[in-house]
């Protein structure tokens, strides 16, 4: 994980995402998979630009598949956003780093 962003894990889900304020990103990824290795940078540049904006995190789904599941995560890379400790959004997908901006930003207005 590079600075800025966090490992979650089903031992600290609870902790880091439900009882947590003001919005979460969240990767949904895996080792094996192409298209997450092509969203991670996006990530990581994501976590400096909105650095004590948005908490933004990483659940690999194969170390955490009860996670995936309770979510029905079909498809990674799957960016879930949580405000408050609700589910609020997300994108399937290794998507353009200006469209994630525009969803980050859209949220944090709401």
Excluded at 19 to 36: E, K, Q, R, T, Y
Excluded at 51 to 57: E, Q
């Amino acid at each position: 994980m590079s600075e800025g962003v966090l490992e979650v894990t089903t031992d600290t889900w609870e902790k880091e995402v439900m009882n947590s304020a003001g919005l979460i990103m969240i990767d949904f990824w895996a080792v094996w998979c192409g298209p997450c290795r092509i969203v991670a940078p996006t990530v990581e540049e994501l976590s400096k630009e909105y650095s004590g904006k948005v908490k933004i995190m990483k659940l690999n789904t194969d170390e955490n598949p009860d996670i995936a599941s309770k979510y029905k995560i079909m498809g990674i890379p799957t960016l879930m956003f949580f405000k408050d400790g609700q589910r609020v959004d997300q994108v399937v997908g290794a998507v353009p780093k200006p469209q994630l901006k525009a969803k980050i930003d859209s949220l944090l207005t709401s």
